[in-house]
């Protein structure tokens, strides 16, 4: 290596050699070993690098080679709603990004995790009564989920019911650095009178108070506050409207807070 | 968004949020009549400051393009997809950091369409992290060639370009740019020496330059 560097015949020849490379340096198709072997002796050869100005120029047009395309009409929302996602999470995050599970869009959660693409900043998540017409924003709704694989750390869980409700069903939406979920019930019945159903953390099985259910006739989710990796479970039980400080009646749901889950 | 009513969460009780309809935030007609008056450049100033419209300005001014470089690399229409949306995620990302003398939003753009198509045709394992600017550098450090001139004007200068090049200089340069191919696969694709298409690269892109330089689309600043 030494003698190399020492002998001007092979330096000039392995520049020569470099100087092959420029094209296909301007072109982006070098090696990374190439790649670095070229910025080497670009950095030491101001030829070179007059040289690779013009390369790079004829590659800037190369792109106009393509014949423009209509991209479908969806990407652009995608792409919008993964902007704005994007303000909302914090700055400062690293080169790799984690990437949203990929989700079993129902249109409650696809619903909320279209508002919190667009509210997430200062948690002003609009309210605005019932979902209207479900049906005519479940495509629309579904199509926006993809956008938001660019929310880092948003998982889905979906939560089953029991034998005491064996038809309810459920997700949970966890954003991951909010410390924040959603939970979505259907087919829950009404609780009945004086009775309501109360959500549980379940951590080393000691169940923990997580408020109670919004009422499921009012299509609505229920907004949890925690950091949802310290627990093993959720469950939900039918309890004395207000509350109880610990389960007493039957748990109508329940899911396992874990990977497979998700 | 529109109109809100909340419902306080006490304490840390959890509070209920009801499910509300998907609105535009901004009325597209005004978008795109103000799209026709807004440079690139005021487009990027706005995207430094974070304004969604900036980038939805961008995408409807560039995105046909895009989509269609892609596409011609991809030959896939959800990989295209991908490819764009990814390309145009990176642009606003990274917009904070990005100084404009180091060429124009269009150049940066395509170019990191063009990288991203190409790892994904290698299909890399680790392809989704962003492109960063040092990997587009080579791409920007060009001279304006997108204000002189109309695209129109640009894309004929380039088609006539590439058009008086002998067949197989022509297809060493679309193999190694819309194809990804190094040097090596090149030579394996075409049956040729590695010597062969290094001289036939080298020829081709100082004859693309010698043409543009004559058609008037090649700016300087």
Known sequence: MEDFEHDGQQSDAADDDVADLLPAYALGVLSPAERARVEAHLARDPTSRQELVGFATVVAHLPLLAEERDPPARLRQRLITAATADLAAPAGRGGVRRWLRRPRPSVLAASILLLVSLGLAGWNVALQGQLADQQRLAGQLRTQIAALQAQPRVTIYTIGGTPAAPNARGEVVYLGEQHTAFLTVQNLPAPPAGRAYQVWYIQDGRPIDAGLLAAPGDQVATRLQADLGQYQALAVSLEPSGGSPQPTGPIVLQAPLQPGNA | ?221
């Open chain 2, 1 to 221: 968004m529109g109109p809100v009513r909340t419902h306080a969460a006490a304490g840390d009780r959890p509070g209920t949020v009801g499910v509300a309809p998907a609105r535009s935030q901004v009325g597209e007609g005004a978008i795109r009549m103000e799209d026709e008056s807004t440079s690139d450049e005021v487009l990027l100033e706005r995207l430094q400051q974070r304004d969604v419209r900036a980038l939805e300005h961008l995408y409807d001014r560039h995105g046909r393009l895009a989509y269609g470089l892609a596409y011609r690399m991809l030959d896939d229409a959800a990989s295209a997809e991908d490819v764009v949306q990814e390309a145009f995620l990176n642009i606003w990302r990274q917009a904070p950091s990005y100084d404009q003398r180091r060429g124009t939003v269009r150049t940066w753009l395509l170019s990191i369409v063009h990288h991203r198509a190409i790892d994904w045709l290698r299909s890399r394992a680790n392809r989704r992290g962003d492109v960063h600017l040092d990997l587009v550098e080579r791409s920007l450090a060009v001279p304006d060639t997108w204000h002189a001139v109309s695209a129109n004007v640009e894309r004929d200068a380039i088609r006539r370009a590439m058009a008086a090049l002998p067949p197989e200089q022509q297809r060493t340069v679309e193999l190694a740019y819309f194809a990804g191919y190094s040097q090596p696969e090149i030579a394996t694709a075409m049956g040729v020496p590695l010597s062969t298409v290094k001289g036939r690269m080298r020829m081709a892109m100082q004859k693309l330059r010698v043409l543009l330089e004559g058609t008037g689309t090649w700016a300087t600043r």
